[in-house]
């Protein structure tokens, strides 16, 4: 069920909104405040809760902004674009937008879009897309075309999937419409072309969408007055050939066909959408919220100052132009289901009125004291205890979902698995996720064919499971070499044993990088390796002077470099470059940090091949050196492997396979980087428990002896 409350008008100051209206509403990093943009010079900042402006900047007379103001999430600052090709950066403190930061675009900008968790992105006219931190390091860079002559952009939106950027835009070409998707963890465009069905004819009038993990639903309004829905896949199977994609209706006749002013239409959730129009030819525009789950209109609003055919939202508010004042209309909207739909939803009771129960012994005549009732009372009962029995599932939604796992295909299991995990979670909710678990694996079993990775993905991510609750599923994605689910099992199950972490460190150390590079890995624990050279040569010659401390001329075995033939500045490049692609080092870092007992553990590590043992020590001293240039002793990103358990799959590696590692060539050089290694840590450390001790006799010196109002020099020799 929706409800739209009370508006109210976010400020009274007149907007210079042009025929078409504003240039758009956008969200600053508060939750609470909003950036204005109008159709002439001014951008303003709106907080809500208090229907004020908090700062107003314009463009100095003669400039025009031609981009709405976003809000750099990343920094706190605002952006935006006037005359078509200047960019303007500011914050809160600034007052004049003449004076803040300026640069100058060789093309010219369609739009600039910015979501929390990543950096804002620049979409050209033409179709090209920069990040704003690289064109802001060279804001005269070539800006190549993407679209055909002719074709203008129309709308444009902007997802995280995956927690990767997705951009979608569409464009428009003598009445044909298409759909590009611009992946920015693959770098892939692809291209839809839009067919518009029976009626090619008709205008598409405003665009919507929504993303889930799988299909981006791209809605639209069209001029006939109806909604169409189009999936767009968002991991194409041909990337690179102009696919066509057909619509479907999903609600028909919602605003009026020929309706003379502008309509919009917004996605709310995955089952509301709302539009802005007139229902019929001769009545005032509307603001309504349907569902298009069942096809239904849960509420409306009319409006009868009229609006410019716009409408944004954010959070659980709703924002147009009614009549010359942005207007703001906060909304509700619950679950979906068909109680809701249909109004039978129990809602809260005024004092004092007598509330009925749910549960009603049809056996007993109600609203009367009557110990019998006459048939035409039977008849009436009856009949609305069908209605009622109509209304309720037969089953549990649990069962239901059971039920359907065993029988129905992958897409249709991965819909309902979806609608369950968005229900309320009841008491039962972890064993009804363990059951799915099992009778998913168990299908699996049965039938090869069988594999719906993306729902055990999804159940994976409830943080409900772990390995003894379903031990088939991690042996089920070693067959299928599944490395993204392998991964997501070592971050989220606590009990995995270490027969099969070895397993999985197989494969992470096996697989081609052809193979990763079509596979979608969690980054999160990986940097960037790639390192300036410049900086490279400054890190080798501190590290050739003094190493964590120590200088590598007092070790014993420096000779050793004088037996090997590489050069020294192949040595340099090669611990300065990183041994496996990113990717695997996502996959090598979910190892590092699973818990094992080691006693367990090095068994299993005697059966993993000596090469790769090889590239996995490689690895770790190529992390023990990016360590090492940090005085904190840590790596950068979010949830990177730690010193500790470097240094701990160091000793575990050589421990299992030394005999094994020393007999090939190849690894030499490694072996005596990593002596040198370990014999600057014992230097490192014996100097250091050299100073405690001093430190501490220091300590008990100054605790015996009490020197009041005498004056002393003492000198203390630490060697």
């Known amino acids: 069920m929706a409800a739209l409350e009370e508006e109210f008008t976010l400020s009274s100051v007149v907007l210079s909104a042009g025929p078409e209206g504003l240039l758009g509403v956008e969200q600053s990093d508060k939750t609470d405040q909003f ?201 194409p199977a041909d990337p690179g050939k102009n696919q066509s994609l057909v619509k479907s209706l999903l609600l028909k006749a919602v605003v009026s066909g020929n309706a003379r002013n502008g309509v919009a239409l917004t996605a709310l959730d995955q089952d509301h959408v709302a539009v802005l129009g007139s229902p019929l030819a001769a009545s005032k525009e509307c603001l309504s919220v349907w569902n298009i789950k069942f096809q239904t209109l849960q509420t409306s609003k009319e409006l009868p100052q009229g609006t410019s055919g716009q409408l944004w939202y954010y959070g659980e508010h709703l924002f147009m132009l009614h009549g010359k004042s942005l207007t703001v209309i906060p909304y509700k909207c619950e679950v979906s289901s068909l109680a809701g739909a249909l109004g039978k939803l129990k809602h809260s009771q005024d004092p004092g009125t007598h509330v009925v129960s749910h549960f009603v012994n049809w056996e007993t005549p109600q609203g009367c004291g009557l110990g019998f009732q006459n048939s035409e009372q039977s008849r009436r009962i009856l009949r609305r205890r069908k209605i009622e029995v109509s209304l309720q599932p037969e089953v549990p939604p649990s069962k239901q979902l059971l039920s359907t796992i065993m029988k129905d295909s992958e897409k249709h299991i991965e819909v309902e698995v979806r609608k369950f995990l968005a ?89 081609g990088d052809d193979s990763l590079q079509e596979t979608d890995v969690n980054m999160e624990s990986v940097f960037d390796c790639s390192i300036n050279s410049v900086h490279d040569e400054k890190m080798e010659e501190q590290t050739e002077i003094l190493q964590n401390g120590f200088n590598p001329e007092e070790d014993k075995c420096n000779n050793c470099d004088q037996e090997l033939n590489k050069k020294p500045q192949d040595e340099t490049k090669e611990s300065t470059s990183c041994p496996v692609v990113h990717k695997r080092a996502a996959l090598l870092n979910a190892i590092l940090h699973s818990a094992y007992s080691e006693t367990f553990l090095l068994p299993h590590l005697k059966d993993i091949p000596a090469q790769h043992i090889t590239l996995f020590l490689k690895y770790l001293y190529f992390l023990y050196l990016k360590c090492s240039e940090n005085a904190t002793m840590t790596l950068p990103g979010i949830h990177p492997p730690t010193l500790n358990q470097i240094m701990d799959w160091i000793c575990l590696l050589l421990d ?58 003492e000198v203390l020799e630490l060697f």
Request: charged share 20%; aromatic share 10%; with cysteine.
């Open 35 to 235: 950036l204005v943009t109008d159709s002439g010079r001014t951008v303003i900042l709106y907080k809500v809760s208090d229907q004020k402006p908090l700062g107003s900047w314009s463009v100095k007379q003669g400039q025009i902004i031609t981009c709405p103001a976003v809000c750099n999430f990343q920094t706190g600052e605002y952006v935006v674009v006037h005359d078509n090709k200047v960019l303007r950066i500011w914050n809160n403190e600034d007052v004049n937008l003449d004076k803040v930061f300026k640069a100058t675009l060789s093309a010219e900008v369609y739009r600039i879009l910015s979501v929390q968790g990543t950096e804002p992105l620049v979409l050209f006219k033409e179709g090209a897309v920069r990040g704003l931190e690289a064109l802001l390091a060279d804001p005269q860079q070539k800006i190549e075309t993407v679209i055909s002559d002719e074709e203008v952009i129309k709308w444009t939106k902007y997802f995280i999937v995956f927690r990767h950027p997705v951009l979608v835009f569409i464009t428009e070409k003598h009445g044909n419409y298409f759909a590009y998707v611009q992946m920015f963890n693959s770098r892939i465009l692809t291209k839809y072309t839009l067919l518009l069905g029976q009626d090619e004819n008709s205008v598409i009038k405003s665009f919507t969408a929504s993303v889930d993990r799988k299909f981006i639903s791209l809605m639209s309004l069209s001029s006939d007055g109806c909604i169409y829905e189009t999936l767009i896949p968002i991991r």
């Open 423 to 511: 229900l309320k979670q009841t008491p039962d909710f972890h064993t009804v996720i363990g059951d799915t678990v099992t009778g998913l694996l168990e299908r699996c079993k049965a039938e090869p064919s069988f594999y719906p990775r993306n729902c055990l993905m999804q159940l994976i991510q409830t943080h409900v499971l772990s390995y003894s609750l379903c031990p088939d599923l991690m042996e089920i994605a070693l067959k299928k070499k599944d490395v993204q689910l392998l991964q997501l099992c070592l971050q989220q199950f606590p009990d995995i044993p270490e027969s099969v972490t070895c397993a999985c460190l197989k494969i992470f150390l096996s697989i």
């Open 656 to 713: 299992a396979n030394f005999t094994v590692v020393v007999m090939m060539p190849e690894a030499k050089r490694l072996l005596v980087n990593l002596y040198k290694l370990v014999k600057s840590q014992i230097s490192v450390y014996s100097e250091l428990n050299k100073i405690e001790v001093s430190f501490r006799e220091l300590q008990k010196l100054n605790q015996e002896k009490n020197n009041r109002g005498l004056y002393s020099i």
